[in-house]
């Protein structure tokens, strides 16, 4: 069974996924994500939320465009191969303080500082010292009760901070601290930082693969330690350890492979990116003068390697906003080009041109979903489903399966039929009368599903204009007078035309027109057989009876002539009589409480005069 959640949002630009849902728990007075995943009525662990968007998204009522981007940002953190912070958090209370969501980068591993507050993140309590659980009720605060945001932080070191930057701005940049990158692939940077700290001891040969993955801050500023050495006085530290290592290496080597090692063959595999080249490149430029063995054995030396203009299939999904899944499925299908590569000894890895991802996501700005179309309007699902079959709007449900589309509305033919109807000329004579809203233009108030169509198209071809300019399409009043007009089948059916009133009462066919034109006898316009007519409806002509009898209708019930009866009615008002040109009057009424009034006037008399 469906639970729609009471607040709905879509992910900040920096949140992670859990961040997300989590954000989204505690809004909703939730104890945690997991209770989203047992309303949403799926697998308890932290994969249940990400495996089925579009699922998620109709069980708890959210938008499934916020759960896919979600599901992306967590299959961009899965490609971390390892190096992601599973089942507590570290944050930076400064930045809680500015917007409360869990960062992406903070699930990092080596994001162990603030890039904006220069300070290291905290990932334990300072009232119990227990980790901060990713399970905990609030997002600023512990299970203890404590305030996270009161926390105490330290000020973290320039090698920390240029991690942290590279991670934070997710490949795009070093936050201005030496070496200078930009646009690197975040786990090929991960590889960097894990190879130049783990086998940094030029005698270390053997490593273990889980010291590379350290779970709280303090093992994580471990970790990283040798990069403050590394990292000095950029690129004269790193030159140093180079030189220390080719001192170090075999003194029987006779190339750089032999010389350096593991250590060299692993920086081989991220320093062909451009972006990481300077370390590649720094390693070049002292085995020119240090190292006296055969140099130009090695393929690498004088590649600058390739452009960063590619993304890796996480990182490309993430920026077009779809699910990598999704992402997989175009490029299987050729819908979107990619090539692959080498990746270090896993194999081969896909990756999309930078500006094939760029124009992907341009397309797709182009394209809304019916929610927002029917914003953009102003009108209520009813309106907007009468445009649809109207053929006024478009609405493609398959562009969901293509990528370069994902939603059904085209914005820029949105916005031109929108254009056309606000630059109609206004109505001209339209003050006064009752009016009726474009947004007003559904069943529920007009009844006739039909004819509602025909206004429609009248109103689009500039049939019927509206009577002043307004912000919005659903803003745009009509009279009712001309609405009316294409309701004329609905009113004929329903009332009587001036003809067939007379025909039914005996009632002069002018008369009754004289009536309608006086005010005295309510009507609604119609057309019938191409002309318009007016016709009176039951409950006019109930109105109409209550108040009024025709003076010829009561001469005749009385057996009389009017005239004769007019004399012996007195000064009784008579109301709606039509002057003929001989001096006559046709068609007088007389108000009914005026004869009640008259007759009962005697007998009121004859009381008084007894007493």
Known sequence: METRLLKTFAPLNTESGLGFYRRLSAANGLSGWRELARLSEVSGARSGLFSRPEHVARMLGVDSAACQMASAREELALGWRGLRRAGFDAVCPHCLKESLHIRLGWDHAY???????KTLLVDKCGDCGQRLSDQRELIDTCACGKNLLTSETKPATSSQLWVASVIASRGAESGGWLPALEDVHLDLFSLLVRNLCQLFDPALTVTRQNAAAPKTIMEAVEFLKPLEYLLHDWPRGFEAHVRERIAAGPSSSRTLNTKLGKWYWRLKEVGLEDSLNPFLSAVHHVAETEYRGVIALDHVVGNVGRAPSHFMLPEAAARIGVHRATLVKAVHSGEVASTSRPYANRGLAREISITEVDAIAAARKRWIGVEQARELLNVPESVFEYLVQADLITVDHKARLDIRRGAPVELAALEQFQSQLMAWPRREGSDGGNCLQFKELHARRLGDKKAILRLLKAIAAGDVRARVPAKTVGDLEFLEADVATYFSSKSVDAGLTVQALSVATGWKWE????????????????????????????????????????LASLAHALNARSSELLERLGNIKIFGGKPLPSGAVRGALIRLSDLAQAALLPGLREKAGAT
Do not use: N
């Open 111 to 117: 994001m162990v500082a603030c890039p904006t507050h």
């Open 511 to 550: 008369s009754i027109a004289h009536w309608i034109d006086e005010g005295l006898l309510d009507s609604v316009p119609a057309v019938l057989r191409g002309q318009p007519c007016r016709v009176v409806l039951p409950e006019h002509l109930i109105k109409f009876s209550g108040t009024y009898v025709p």
